[in-house]
């Protein structure tokens, strides 16, 4: 009897030196305890196994749990075998898969057994319960989730794909903060939400568990939220951006947010057209509108400038600066120009851009003019021909004139072709030719005398039917005015006379080359002056060997304008009929006096042939 009395005693004196290790009394313990517990104090319960491993070895769980209360318990359910012992203090958990752990008495504790503990919705517990979170805080994780509390929110429960959305904020440090509702389910297509203190996680099958939240939050609730235009967020806020903005993915659109222009929409191709440029660290910025509707087109206002979208043009923006500026002054989309068909592009050193009724075309001196688009398309292959307009684009009777700094030209819509705006009228003639109207041409002398005082003179040194001058490019008069760089005048001259092929008999083009070149080239005339008279001139030459070729070349054009029933001059050993073959600067270019000598035989024959 004594033996077992000291077991006795022994036994109890630890048990008063462990409660002793805890706050309040071993008195109070006993006091509190219900008659199973004061029982246990009589005879404890054991502790064993891998939950007595967990309570012998960790002076923090023995402090925390005080004395055991119950036997272990084990079962065998849907979470599978473990065992639980309770204490004072709280429980010790153990399963195979998740080892022995710490739920200490408490709110997580409680909302544990409230479900079912180990046998509900949790599980068992991976993680010993943690306290002295943020505002006084504590949380746990199971199986299948954690339990989460604060004074100010209570016991939460968060799992699956929205716990690990809330984990990627910063659990209850982060934005987020700690949950205040559990998990809500029945939104559309199967979606599900939880609220947190600064925000929701917002969850669908089609997009995945996403924190909704702050500026861009407040947008999408405006929208109608996941049942509104841009649907379910399809990606966490994306914070950082250029000048402290943050921006969020949804599936139908783009909420983006900065301090100095809030938080805007941008949905379809205008949110496209954005991203292409650089989004907000492109040119265009941030949005500072929502998208505008019109009746054909949608426009929205950014930083930099203003995209534009139809069905037919496509999002094109003006971004700030005197082409946008100009383009508002006429009324933006709505006014003369219509919607923009292009970007703002380089050119020439200005800036050029295309809508639907003309261009704008801006020149460092000059400003920002409108352009019509046939002119332009001659304009942008040689700016340097023309210069920069100086005035908006004009109509009149005889077309649309633009005024460039080199030139003024005239588009019209009749013959589809541009021109140079000089006037002329029956007395004029026009000549296009080479350098034999250099000086006081032997053609222009001859042309006054028949009766035509008023001349308008396109001579570039070089050019032929086939061959080509740098002053047009490096292609022949044939396609210098076919491509329109060179320019005659509109309206209807009484005249027009082309002087070439000295230059195509210079280089020995061929036969077949000179008569495609030249038809090419009547023909075009014939368009572009339907009402005048077109005269083919030869090759003027000597009758030495030296211009055999000249000569050759000049019998070649005079028979093919026969042929198409083309009025015609043939200047085969003109220069030796005059009595002017000693009168050249070189192989082939006379003098004045040469020229002087050869426009009366000149003048004679065009009188002939024109039967005055």
């Known amino acids: 009897m004594r033996s077992a009395k000291s077991a006795v005693t022994r036994w109890f004196l630890g048990v008063v030196a462990t409660v002793l290790l805890v706050p309040g009394s071993l008195a109070t313990a006993v006091q509190a305890a219900p008659p199973a517990a004061r029982m246990t104090l009589e005879t404890p319960p054991p502790v064993t196994g891998a939950i007595g491993q967990l309570y012998n070895t960790s002076p923090w769980a023995r402090s925390v749990?005080?004395?055991?209360?119950?036997a272990e318990e084990c079962t065998s359910s849907g979470s599978g075998n473990g065992c639980v012992q309770r204490f004072a203090g709280g429980d010790i958990a153990w399963s195979a898969r998740t080892g022995a752990r710490v739920v200490v008495n408490g709110p997580v504790r409680t909302s544990w057994?409230?479900?079912?503990?180990?046998?509900?919705?949790?599980g068992y517990p991976t993680s010993d319960t943690v306290s002295g979170l943020r505002n006084g805080g504590t949380k746990q994780s199971f199986e299948r989730g954690v339990i989460a509390y604060s004074p100010a929110t209570g016991a939460q429960r968060t799992s699956g794909s929205i716990h690990l959305a809330w984990g990627r904020a910063g659990f209850e440090s982060g934005f987020l903060g700690y949950p205040v509702t559990g998990e809500s389910?029945?939104?559309?297509?199967?979606?599900?939400?939880?609220?947190?203190?600064?925000?929701?996680?917002?969850?669908?099958?089609a997009t995945g568990a996403h924190p909704s939240m702050g500026a861009i939050r407040e947008r999408w609730r405006e929208s109608g939220l996941e049942e509104g235009e841009f649907g379910y967020p399809s990606t966490d806020e994306t914070t950082g951006l250029r000048n402290g903005g943050s921006s969020q993915q949804y599936q139908r659109g783009t909420i983006i947010w900065s301090p100095a222009t809030g938080a805007r929409a941008i949905t379809g191709a205008i949110r496209?057209?954005?991203?292409?440029?650089?989004g907000q660290n492109g040119a265009l910025g941030y949005p500072v509108s929502e998208e505008v509707r019109q009746s054909s087109f949608v426009y929205q206002l950014f930083q930099g400038g203003t995209v534009y979208w139809s069905a037919a043009t496509g999002a094109h923006s003006t971004t700030h600066g005197d082409v946008h500026n100009r383009y508002v002054s006429l009324g933006g989309a709505a006014g003369s120009l219509g919607l923009p068909l292009t970007d703002k592009l380089p050119r020439a050193g200005g800036l050029v851009q295309q809508f639907a009724n003309g261009w704008l075309v801006w020149g460092p001196a000059t400003g920002a003019r409108i352009v019509g688009h046939p002119t332009y398309k001659v304009w942008s292959v040689n700016p340097g021909e023309f210069g920069w307009p100086v005035r908006d684009t004009w109509s009149d009777g005889r077309g649309d004139h633009v005024a460039f700094q080199k030139v003024e030209t005239i588009w019209n819509d009749v013959t589809q072709e541009l021109y140079s705006a000089e006037a002329v009228d029956a007395s004029t003639v026009v000549f296009l030719g080479d350098s034999q109207l250099d000086m006081d041409s032997w053609g222009e002398q001859g042309a006054r005398a028949a009766g035509y005082p008023r001349q308008v003179v396109r001579s570039i040194g070089g050019i032929g039917y086939v061959s080509g001058s740098p002053a047009v490019g490096g292609g022949s008069a044939t396609d210098a005015v076919l491509q329109d760089r060179i320019l005659l005048p509109q309206g209807n001259p009484g005249l027009v006379v082309v002087t070439l092929g000295g230059n195509d008999a210079r280089i020995g083009a061929t036969d077949a080359a000179i008569l495609s070149q030249a038809n090419r080239l009547w023909d075009e005339l014939r368009r572009k002056y339907p009402r005048s008279t077109i005269l083919v001139n030869g090759v003027l030459s000597r009758y030495d060997a030296s211009h055999a070729q000249r000569r050759w070349v000049d019998g070649l054009v005079t028979r093919e304008a026969a042929l198409r029933g083309w009025p015609r001059i043939?200047?085969?050993?003109?220069?030796?009929?005059?009595?002017?073959?000693?009168?050249?600067l070189d192989g082939a270019h006379m003098n004045q006096t040469g020229h002087n000598k050869v426009a009366p035989l000149y003048a004679s024959a065009l009188r002939y042939v024109l039967g005055k």
């Open 113 to 122: 057994w409230q479900n079912d503990g180990p046998a509900g919705f949790h």
């Open 570 to 584: 043939s200047m085969s050993g003109t220069a030796t009929i005059a009595g002017a073959a000693g009168d050249y």
């Open 272 to 278: 496209s057209y954005w991203s292409s440029t650089g």
């Open 65 to 70: 749990l005080q004395l055991p209360t119950s």
């Open 185 to 205: 389910t029945g939104l559309r297509d199967g979606g599900a939400w939880q609220a947190f203190e600064r925000g929701f996680v917002v969850w669908s099958p």
